[in-house]
């Protein structure tokens, strides 16, 4: 510590104020989730990595999406091993590890909530270590899930640093948007942390109505404020980039929906180191497992 932080310290302290929190060293994890089905999650998940990637973080992408797991089609990769494997230690978590288009690293989930339940503490010590790599070599993990209300969906949430909730400016998918966290608040006193993003608005300000309804529903009915962490509109780019089987951050930079990303990453990373100040670091991958394996015992 050189004199003039040595100082700084000091007068924080004589102003009651504590020094600003140092970077969390636990990766953060985070769920990307939906009500209703085919919203654009996985598009959102792959190329909001490459976005954070750009802007100089590390990103692994998980996947725990069991019905309809595809995000590796969009990345290109046809993954060899998944975690049942490191679960049943045949391989480690570097061999689950598969790098997809654009650099982004990607973990096939392939396990059911349950086979973390029933482990031995021999496999326990295994598969907690191997995590435990991951924690220090990255800064966030984004789960892609699937859709729908579900205990394991609950869960996943629950057991995650922060979630975000994509939703299209459908009535129904605000309506299945809503039903999720209502759902998930019943298993839980506290409040999880909950971003919304708005998906295939047709313009701001469709996107800025969807979100100020499901916003004040929630606040009315469920005590729970959402942030906004932003929007997407309807871009014909995504389905280009899709057939491509390229994200469309890497493929059209320039497309509304790259912009949208870039935009939401310079407002999002910001607001991380805000709260870090005063909330609790987060509990990272090994944090998210241990909880999951907690739940699985209290049920
Ligand atoms: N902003 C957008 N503009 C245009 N099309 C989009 C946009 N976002 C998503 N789509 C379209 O929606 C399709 C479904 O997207 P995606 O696979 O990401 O949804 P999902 O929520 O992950 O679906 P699932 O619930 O099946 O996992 C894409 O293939 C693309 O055609
Ligand atoms: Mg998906």
Redesign the pocket.
């Known amino acids: 510590m050189d004199q003039a932080q040595r100082l700084r310290e000091y007068m924080n302290q004589l102003n009651g104020t504590k020094s600003p929190a140092k970077p969390p060293a636990a990766s953060r994890v985070i769920t990307i989730t939906?009500g209703k089905?085919?919203?654009?999650?996985?598009?959102?998940t792959l190329n909001f990595a490459l976005g954070l990637k750009a802007a100089g973080k590390r990103v692994i992408i998980l996947d725990l999406?069991l019905s309809?797991a595809n995000i590796n089609i969009l990345m290109g990769i046809t993954p060899r091993y998944n975690l049942v494997d490191v679960l049943h230690q045949r391989q480690g978590i570097w061999d689950v590890l598969e790098t997809g288009t654009s650099g982004i690293e990607y973990i096939a989930g392939g396990l059911e909530i349950d086979d973390l339940m029933q482990l031995d503490d021999q496999t326990t010590a295994f598969f907690a270590n191997q995590i435990q790599e991951l924690q220090s070599s990255t800064d966030f993990i984004l789960i892609d899930t699937?859709?729908g209300v579900s205990k394991e969906l609950v869960d996943i949430i629950l057991a995650s640093d922060e979630t975000i909730m994509?939703t299209t400016p459908e009535p129904t998918s605000m309506a299945d948007s809503y039903a999720v966290l209502k759902t998930v608040l019943q298993f839980t006193d506290q409040k999880p942390a909950v971003r919304l993003l708005v998906?295939?608005a047709q313009n701001y300000r469709e996107a800025a109505e969807t979100a100020k309804v499901l916003q004040s529903t929630c606040r009315n009915f469920l005590k729970l404020e959402l942030k906004l962490l932003g929007s997407?509109?309807?871009?014909?780019h995504?389905?280009q980039a899709?057939r491509a089987q390229t994200p469309f951050y890497a493929a059209y930079p320039n497309s509304t929906?790259s912009k949208s990303i870039k935009q939401i990453v310079y407002s999002y990373l910001p607001d991380l180191d805000e709260v870090s100040v005063t909330a609790a670091p987060p509990a990272g991958i090994r944090g998210f497992f241990e909880k999951i394996r907690s739940f699985g015992k209290s049920s």
């Open positions: 939906s089905g085919g919203v654009g999650k996985s598009n959102f999406d309809t699937g859709a994509v998906n295939r997407l509109m309807e871009d014909s995504v389905r899709v929906a």
